[in-house]
């Protein structure tokens, strides 16, 4: 996440916790197909606007075996 002049020290310190990764752990990613949440990401791809960071993360889930995409939305406004 980059800094956008004019919002605040507030805005940075998030941005820098953001940066830790520490945050994907707490997110249930639940398959679309067997509703298991024994799911692993593989990959993710950020983007943001004003408003927030919406980040889609290529998953795989462990109880059926298939792929899926699983989006979450951080409101930073």
């Given at each position: 996440?980059?800094?956008?002049?004019?919002?605040?020290?507030?805005?940075?310190?998030?941005?820098?916790?953001?940066?830790?990764?520490?945050?994907?752990?707490?997110?249930?990613m639940p398959c679309p197909h067997c509703k298991s949440e024994d799911t692993e990401w593989e990959d993710m791809e950020d983007e943001s606007?004003?408003?927030?960071?919406?980040?889609?993360?290529?998953?795989?889930?462990?109880?059926?075996?298939?792929?899926?995409?699983?989006?979450?939305?951080?409101?930073?406004?």
């Open positions: 996440m980059s800094y956008v002049h004019g919002l605040g020290d507030a805005q940075e310190r998030l941005a820098q916790e953001w940066d830790k990764d520490e945050w994907i752990s707490s997110i249930k606007d004003e408003w927030g960071i919406e980040t889609t993360f290529s998953c795989f889930c462990n109880g059926c075996g298939k792929e899926f995409t699983h989006t979450h939305y951080v409101n930073m406004s």
